[in-house]
């Protein structure tokens, strides 16, 4: 494997080295991206089973270097959500083994037709789809991505540069090394691969500046991360944004129903952006739903941070507060509203959401067709666990990440979000009149 580490600590590293070094690489994976690009479903499916079966062979190091970082990451005070993103097991590594062959199985998009015509004078015409190019991705404490984008990009005809951020440096290490031999095997370019880690912060500020060699720029991460980013960045970004999720219990929500949505879109697994975070209740169902909800809730261990018309029906809560409201916690915290009716519940969402997924709980046909038309989000659902927002869940295998702007993709983004589209013109001599 040819990556390339620095003599000295990143941040030793003169400024003109890295950004020497980067663009290097970058000129190697655009290099590599033409290879990509015509190579055939079968070339690129036969990479991805080979990464399925490398990413299980590999599994006692990778395991190994992953235990590294999560000691690291405990002794530098990491958040407890961001070490269970950091965490894998063997059946985390199984299952990345599995979402990579999903994405095998998928249609390969590369070449098919959006639409097309015939002018009266016989000229076709066609939109088809084709790579990006190069696809950079930023993103923190997530080995799995490193799995998910690579997979994902070659499925897609595209090559890829890496920042998994330091605190999955030693488990990235590894799972590049595995991707990397995967490509070589089948005859592609390991090139298509890169990262940029080892050059630290400055490597992803250079990788943020890179127009002309990167296409796209995917972050993923915390809400610092991804403003950071779009602020930044020169390269075209396409925003992923933070889960600030909403579950509103209409007034004729099923009591069954609310009270195992709302646990397992918050306790599943708390620290991922298709969590719950704020319940909003209608006040005539307060009384009927609260205590069977947020009893289940609390017996998990979910602080529950209440209004006060909550915290008068439910003992043991503790004081919303404004920022609550605005809160991605990626935790077992939760907040609680009272609202006066439907429309309460829209203003408040309107006013606090990110725009990533928001569900209603109701059994009126109304209720939910309104809450499915009125809320701009990327994902809005009826009587479902936000927790289904995701690209496997979708059917994607995997994803890039869930897009929460709206050009180009929005929601869970799987290979058609990597495509670009061109249009092919075939004639037979005719010049326009």
Sequence with gaps: MSIATP???????????????????????????????????????????????????????????????????????????????????????????????EIAALTDPIGQTVRGSRLPNGVKIDQVRVPFGVVGAIYEARPNVTIDIAALALKSGNAVVLRGGTAAENTNRELISVIRDALDSVGLPSDAVQTVDDFGRDGATQLMQARGLVDVLVPRGSASLIQAVVTESRVPVIETGAGVVHIYLDETARLDWATEIVHNAKVQRPSVCNAVETVLVHRAAAE???????????????????????????????????????????????????????????????????????????????????????????????NASTRFTDGGEFGFGAEVGISTQKLHARGPMGVSELTSTKWTVRGTGQVRA
């Design 7 to 101: 003599t000295a600590p990143p941040s030793s590293v003169p400024s003109d080295t890295v950004a020497e070094g980067v663009r290097d690489r970058l000129m190697r994976a655009r290099e590599a991206s033409r290879a990509l690009a015509t190579a055939t479903g079968e070339t690129k499916n036969r990479a991805l089973e080979a990464l399925a079966v490398g990413v299980v062979d590999a599994t006692t190091r990778v395991l190994a270097a992953n235990t590294v970082d999560l000691e690291n990451g405990a002794g530098a005070g990491l958040a407890s959500g961001l070490l269970d993103r950091l965490r894998l097991d063997e059946a985390r590594v199984t299952a990345l083994a599995a979402a990579v062959r």
């Design 288 to 382: 009927r739903l609260l205590p069977s909800v947020l009893g289940r809730l609390t017996a998990s261990g979910v602080t529950i941070h209440a209004d006060e018309n909550v915290a008068r029906l439910v003992p043991g809560t503790v004081p919303a507060t404004d920022d609550d409201w605005a809160t991605e916690h990626m935790s077992l915290d939760i907040s609680v509203r009272i609202v006066d009716d439907l429309d309460a519940a829209l203003d408040h969402i309107r006013r606090y959401s990110t725009g990533h997924t928001e569900s209603i709980l109701t059994d009126d046909v109304v209720s939910a067709e309104r809450f499915l038309a009125e809320v701009d989000s990327a994902v809005v659902m009826v």
